[in-house]
């Protein structure tokens, strides 16, 4: 009995853990842009010709925009 109370402990220990990892990882997800361009893009635009991928917080340091044709996260 005490051995299913570790095993339920550890398993729910571990989902809070992957969770938490996952939500931090969608939280600031890749996208890309160009160095002379001003929008980012998600992977498959076809509009992001020559890009280079980074995290969205870092495109809207640099002051990029959503592109209007790929609609990435804002």
Known sequence: MIQVMRNRALILSLFAISSLACQSIAADPTVYATEK????????????????????????????????SCKPPK
């Open 37 to 68: 361009g001003k929008k980012y893009h998600v992977k498959n635009c076809r509009l992001k010709h020559g890009s280079k991928g980074m995290k969205l917080s870092e495109a809207k340091k640099k002051g990029y925009t959503a592109c209007a």
